[in-house]
Nanobody, 126 residues
Framework: VQLQASGGGLVQAGGSLTLSCSSSGGTFSSGNMGWFRQAPGQEREFVVVIRWSGGPTYYADSVKDRFTISRDNTKNTVYLQMNNLKPEDTAVYYC????????????????????WGQGTQVTVSS
């Protein structure tokens, strides 16, 4: 199973970016796909998670109402629309996947995800 993240870049504060994460070599129909981010010198941080089968999504408070996750099951791709970006959103963004359906208490834990993309840099200038 491989995950390929793309769409990062440099944007001014208040701007928008859309990240994509495509998967190949496996199926996550029963599992979850999440986005995490890691700023220099900091631990990997949960951003948002979605279930491939549908249902509620869960966002970190820091991105709620600004970021939106969506999926296209026909393309095995998950998108992260990021609006009103702030300098504190600057980080390497990673997509992650679990083939098992995660319970709520584990969705925010990076250790619960077996597959990771290579990361894409998002830089927000002030």
């Amino acid at each position: 199973v491989q995950l390929q993240a793309s769409g990062g870049g440099l944007v001014q504060a208040g701007g928008s970016l859309t990240l994509s994460c495509s998967s190949s070599g496996g199926t996550f129909s029963s599992g979850n796909m999440g986005w995490f981010r890691q700023a220099p010198g900091q631990e990997r941080e949960f951003v948002v998670v979605i279930r491939w089968s549908g249902g509620p999504t869960y966002y970190a408070d820091s991105v709620k109402d600004r970021f939106t996750i969506s999926r296209d099951n026909t393309k095995n791709t998950v998108y992260l629309q990021m609006n009103n970006l702030k300098p504190e959103d600057t980080a390497v963004y990673y997509c992650a996947a679990s083939t098992r359906r995660l319970i709520i208490s584990t969705m925010t834990d990076p250790a619960a995800y077996a597959y990771w993309g290579q990361g894409t840099q998002v830089t927000v200038s002030s």
